[in-house]
């Protein structure tokens, strides 16, 4: 077995225990849909549902990439994406009652599109029922493929992420072999020659044996590609089976990541250790740009 960092004691998790964290639950069962939150094991769950925020996943609980990070079962899928699931969703996030909403879904590689045109419809439908509700989507790859991508950015989504996960040294050996660092800056870049104007955001996990100065070059990297928002946040490892804790890095470091990043030209970073890629989505990207690029005052969430 490899070998696991030993968790601090300044390292905590909060446990599920509000109301909302309850109701949310029971929106989330009722609707017929999934989120990442529950079938990726995060450990945010409860701060996040409990503030009435959660990710949801389209097109199946199956993924066809199998990374050693990732806690969503891998395969085949052996059926289409549900061709109601744009309305079921619309109507979910509707009785969830939040003005941010993330949407994102496994890989679905061996579909002839790979699921953009089925994103683009969930999109829409959500624009339709709820038109007050800020969409974030967060894409696969799509193997850096313009007219895939092209599907979901014309679909008028408000940020347009893709993570690339790790830095560039580690990403043989955490992520699947099918994807790489160089497809996730194109996906990126691609964004961004389609819609000059369109929000992009990406996300690092760190502790997994980076050093330091990968983790400023590959926010380099990000900002060459005119990413506007950078997530920084520490991997935990959601089974046995998955690729082992490093390190757990102390705050101390995801503020200097912080600041750097700021200075780098990112419009927001949220750098924290327990910083996921959609975790409080809402509250970071609606209070810091949402609302001062608007003039309206916060607390929308």
Known sequence: ?????????????????SRRFSKTQAIVKNSGVSTVCEEASCPNISECWTQGTATFMIMGDTCTRACRFCDIKTGIPKKPPDSE?????????ENFGVEYVVITSVNRDELPDGGSEHFAK????????????LIEVLTPDFFSNEKQIKNVVKAKPDVYAHNIEVVKELQSKIRDPRASYEKSLETLRAVKKIDSKMPTKSSIMVGVGESQEEVLTA????????VNFLTIGQYLRPTERHY????????????????????????????GPLVRSSYKAGEYYIKNIVNGRNGKEEGLI
Not at 1 to 17: C, G, R, S, V, Y
Not at 219 to 226: E, F, P
Request: net charge positive; glycine share 2%; charged share 35%.
């Open 1 to 17: 077995m490899a070998e696991q960092a030993k968790k601090p004691d300044w390292f905590k998790i909060k446990l599920p225990t």
């Open 85 to 93: 699931e744009p309305e079921k969703l619309a109507e979910a996030i």
């Open 122 to 133: 969930c999109i829409r439908a959500i624009q339709k029922q709820c038109p007050d509700t």
């Open 219 to 226: 926010m380099k990297d990000l900002r060459k590609a005119n």
């Open 244 to 271: 082992p804790v490093k390190e757990f890095v102390h705050p101390d470091i995801f503020k200097k990541y912080e600041e750097k990043g700021l200075r780098m030209g990112f419009e927001y970073v949220a750098s």
